[in-house]
Structures are given as structure tokens and as C-alpha cells.
């Protein structure tokens, strides 16, 4: 009974199969396409070498300069980083002695233009002495002379618009005489050396 079930189920023919080794054979892949044993078989080295052609051209090749040449270079950089800076020292050391010389006159004249108010109100005083009082005259002209060569100039007051960066307003008052935010009065001049305001001019100023 057991001899005909197995004829009938093939048993037979499953283990001649076994001995003839058929049914232990597998599919050989490595030779497939799209695989990755097979891709990386058949890469093609031309497009390798293309590949590292491409990237030699994108890494230009650096030449060597001459020794001599890329010293001359290098002096050559260096004098006109020493220029420049040298430039700038100069027009530096130029715009600090303008401006450390233009500080001692205006601090001079500064302290100068009490003396020269005090003349200025000793001239409006009246005097019977001629020859004093042209004596008196010839020294205030010499003195005006020679702070004009030093660069001071007299504000413009009186009649002007009032200014409140050169005119300095102690007063005001209502007088139809002058219009509105006019200087009428002044009570001590005002002077500047070029841009610098040395002294405001102290005025009255009408409504």
C-alpha cells in the first residue's frame, strides 16, 4: 500500500530529480543587466576618463612665476600700500595743523575783542582834542587793519533777520519801525574767522 501511494504521488520521480541535481541549479544573476554586480562590471572607462578631463579643465593649472618676477612683485606691492598710507598721513597731519592753527587765532582774537569793544566805546565818547582823538582813530584803524589780515569778519546785526546761529537775542521789544524778527539794537558785535563763529552779536530783536 505504501509502494503504490508513493508511484502515485511521484515520489520517485522527485528524488530522481534530486539525483540528477536539476532541481539545484539557480538563475546566475551576475551577469544581468541592472544589477549591481553588472553595473559595476560594465562601467565604461571612457566615460571615466572624460570625467577626470572635465575636471582637470575646471582646476586651472597655476603657473610659476619667476622667482625674480614675484620678488619685483611683491616690492611693488608693498611701495604702493606704503604710498597710500603715507597719502592719508599727510593730508591727516595737513588737516590737523589747519585746524590746531585756526583754534589759536580764534581763541587770540577772542580774548582780543574785549580790548577792542572798550576802544570802540571809548571813540563814541565826545573829545574837544583833535589831535587826541585823531590819535585815538589811527590806532583803532591799524587795530581793525590787522584782525582782517588774521581773517575776522563783523557779523551783519543791525536790520538783518534775526539769526539765531549768529545772533544772540537778549531783548525784544515792539517797534513798528522795524519789521517782525528784525535786530534793532545791538549791544556787542559779532565777529567769525571763515566758517567759525568766534563771538555771537548780542542784540535786541522787534516783534
Do not use: W
Not at 541592472?34 to 582646476?59: C, H, I, R, Y
Not at 603657473?63 to 600700500?81: F, S
Not at 590737523?96 to 571813540?123: G, I
Not at 585815538?136 to 538783518?160: F, H, R, S, V
Amino acid at each position: 500500500m505504501t509502494d503504490e501511494l508513493r508511484d502515485a504521488d511521484g515520489c520517485e520521480d522527485f528524488e530522481s530529480l534530486e539525483e540528477s541535481g536539476l532541481h539545484d541549479e539557480e538563475p546566475d544573476t551576475a551577469d544581468t543587466p541592472g544589477t549591481p554586480e553588472a553595473d559595476e562590471e560594465n562601467v565604461n572607462p571612457e566615460a571615466e576618463n572624460a570625467e577626470d578631463t572635465a575636471a582637470d579643465a575646471e582646476e586651472p593649472e597655476l603657473e610659476e612665476l619667476d622667482p625674480a618676477e614675484q620678488k619685483l612683485i611683491e616690492a611693488n606691492d608693498k611701495y604702493m600700500r606704503l604710498f597710500a598710507e603715507f597719502d592719508n598721513f599727510r593730508k591727516r597731519t595737513a588737516k590737523e595743523k589747519s585746524e590746531t592753527y585756526q583754534d589759536a587765532v580764534a581763541k587770540t582774537l577772542l580774548a582780543l575783542l574785549p580790548a577792542v569793544d572798550s576802544f570802540e566805546r571809548a571813540m563814541e565818547v565826545p573829545c574837544t582834542d583833535e589831535a587826541y582823538r585823531s590819535g585815538m582813530e589811527k590806532i583803532y584803524a591799524q587795530m581793525t587793519d590787522l584782525l582782517k589780515k588774521l581773517g575776522l569778519e563783523e557779523i551783519p546785526a543791525l536790520n538783518e533777520p534775526f539769526d539765531p546761529k549768529v545772533h544772540n537775542a537778549i531783548r525784544q521789544v515792539e517797534d513798528g519801525n522795524f519789521g517782525e524778527s528784525t535786530v534793532c539794537e545791538v549791544y556787542q558785535k559779532g565777529y567769525r574767522l571763515g566758517d567759525r563763529i568766534v563771538r555771537c552779536a548780542m542784540v535786541s530783536v522787534a516783534n
